[in-house]
């Protein structure tokens, strides 16, 4: 059982920078793959990015939209996980969601493959 508590959304303006963070529990937090998902008002939940376990090389994936300008990264020693979102834009306003699994791939970008949720938070990026 893994329990995630995201931190660190707000009110951004655009252009501007927020870091999230994702703190973990449980011992076994190098083994799971982790990730950022996002749901906007009236929107189905998007992911965002997933970084492999770090003895699978700490691999990374994007959507499209955040290449460049969002950067995920893990700290096995602090169970933490942080997303790095710089340049942000209107339209990355949404409910930011820290996500784990034990099995899945980083390459994997379906809601539903992921087990565990944290309850999200808030980042408004105003125009």
């Known amino acids: 059982q893994v329990q995630l508590v995201e931190s660190g959304g707000g009110l951004v303006q655009a252009g501007g920078s927020l870091r999230l963070s994702c703190a973990a529990s449980?011992?076994?937090?190098?083994?799971?793959?982790m990730g950022w998902f996002r749901q906007a008002p009236g929107k189905e939940r998007e992911f965002v990015a997933a970084?492999?376990?770090?003895?699978?090389?700490?691999?990374?994936n994007y959507v499209d939209s955040a290449k460049g300008r969002f950067t995920i990264s893990r700290d096995d020693a602090k169970n933490t996980v942080h997303i790095e979102m710089n340049s942000l834009k209107p339209e990355d306003t949404a409910v930011y969601y820290c996500v784990a699994d034990y099995s899945i791939s980083y390459r994997r970008t379906d809601a539903h493959e992921y087990t565990y949720w944290g309850q999200g938070t808030q980042v408004t990026v105003s125009s």
């Open positions: 970084i492999s376990r770090s003895r699978s090389g700490g691999c990374t």
């Open positions: 449980g011992r076994t937090f190098s083994t799971y793959t």
